[in-house]
């Protein structure tokens, strides 16, 4: 049994490294080195700045149903027409030098009209279906008195009132005018002007 003995700690020294490692070296001491000033950047001269954006046009805000008042007490007088006919009316014609709120003056005309009583109107979501069907665009003012017209015998309408904006875009010139639809007659024409 000893003679196991020294050949099992021999086993446990080479085992744990001892008889194997080598002696300690010291290390040099660490050396601190001061960091470096990161490279300047070149001086840029300062963005000039950039010009003003223009300020847009105003666009005039035209009090359509003060507008139409004097010309629907005309048209609502017109002497022929049974009360509850139905009536189109169309999309203002725009003649003017400029731009125009169409979209406001027909609604305009729509509200005038419906608190009237004197007229049965067709209805703006009818007249939309009808220029689809018939392949007019929603945007078409129906800009000639025969597209209105034809649209109106579409819908069964009895009058069109055909109405278009001329002159200056800032104090337009209105122009209406009944038709009766199976004829094509002008029935009553009014005019007015818009004041600047």
Known sequence: MMK?????????LV????????????????????????PSRPH????????AVPTPPKIKTI??????????????????????????????????????QTGNATDALYAALASNGKFT?????????????LGLSADDSLETRGKAIGLARYVNAQYVLYSDASGDARSPTLEMQLILVQSGEIIWSGKGQIPE
Not at 121 to 133: K, V
């Open 4 to 12: 196991k003995f020294p050949f099992v700690v021999l086993a446990a």
């Open 15 to 38: 085992l744990t490294g001892c008889l194997t490692r080598p002696p300690e070296q010291q290390q040099p001491p660490a050396t601190i080195e001061q960091a470096k000033p990161a």
């Open 44 to 51: 840029r001269p300062p963005r000039a700045p950039l010009p």
């Open 63 to 100: 009090d359509w149903q003060g507008a139409f008042a004097p010309l629907m007490q005309q048209m609502i007088a017109t002497q022929g027409v049974n009360p509850g006919s139905t009536l189109l009316i169309n999309r203002l014609k725009n003649n003017t030098n400029g731009n125009v």
């Open 121 to 133: 109107l067709i209805p703006q979501a009818q007249m939309s279906a009808a220029r689809q069907t």
